[in-house]
């Protein structure tokens, strides 16, 4: 089936680790997106790449880097320099306007 | 910059209506998105306005005035499952800005 995957589902790391989350499509979409969802918040853009090996900050990119060697992966990491990492993260592709979202990883910092 | 507002809760009985609006301000729009989110799960699409006027799809309907910066998003015949947070989002030059969603409580 075709679809995004985001794993693990959960995930805890101790203060001052960075971390990295994953996100595969195999929709052979171009465009993928990262989101921060906060309780009582809409979903914020961290980075987003429409093409391979091109990406852009969104509009909380501090504290977090992605890279896009592949058209299926684009992986977020989450360093020691995001003050508030413990979040609901969010995948996304498109091909046109309409982006697809995967599972989410829910990160939670001790 | 952008800024989209969306009532934080609505609660509706089973088998009513419900009308959740959306205004937006947004420095270039190509269109507008309405989205459903059950608790911890990804947000799934529901509807896509880029001219104006009422677009159907079953029970959900959703409306499109871009002159106002306003949209709304009808649910009909509410059902129990139809209990979630809808999300407003606009497009923007290839970007996506959310609203904070609107929670969705149905009641028998």
């Known amino acids: 089936d075709g679809g995004i995957t985001q794993s693990p589902k959960y995930l805890f790391r101790k203060e001052g680790q960075n971390v990295t989350l994953s996100c595969e499509q195999n929709?052979?979409?171009?465009?993928m997106y990262w989101y921060r969802q906060d309780p009582g918040q809409g979903l914020r853009l961290i980075y987003y790449s429409q093409i391979v090996n091109d990406f852009q900050k969104g509009d909380i990119a501090e504290g977090y880097s992605v890279s896009r060697e592949k058209k299926e992966s684009f992986p977020l990491t989450v360093t020691s320099a995001q003050k508030n990492p413990t979040a609901f993260y969010l995948c996304?592709?498109?091909?046109?306007?309409?982006?697809?979202f995967g599972p989410g990883t829910r990160l939670t910092v001790l | 910059g952008q800024n989209i507002d969306q009532p934080t809760e609505m609660t509706a009985t089973e088998g009513a209506i419900v009308q959740i609006n959306c205004t937006y301000q947004t420095s270039g729009f190509n269109g507008l998105f309405w989205y459903q989110q059950h608790a911890g799960e990804a947000p799934t699409f529901l509807s896509y306005?880029?001219?104006?006027g009422l677009e159907e799809k079953g029970r959900f309907s959703s409306f499109l005035s871009r002159s106002k910066g306003y949209s709304y998003l009808l649910l009909k015949e509410l059902q129990m499952k139809d209990s979630a947070s809808y999300l407003c989002?606009?497009?923007?030059?290839?970007?996506?800005?959310f609203g904070a969603g609107t929670t969705v409580t149905v009641r028998a």
């Open positions: 929709l052979n979409h171009d465009a």
């Open positions: 306005n880029v001219l104006d």
């Open positions: 989002a606009v497009l923007s030059f290839y970007k996506l800005s």
């Open positions: 996304a592709s498109s091909i046109s306007d309409e982006q697809f």
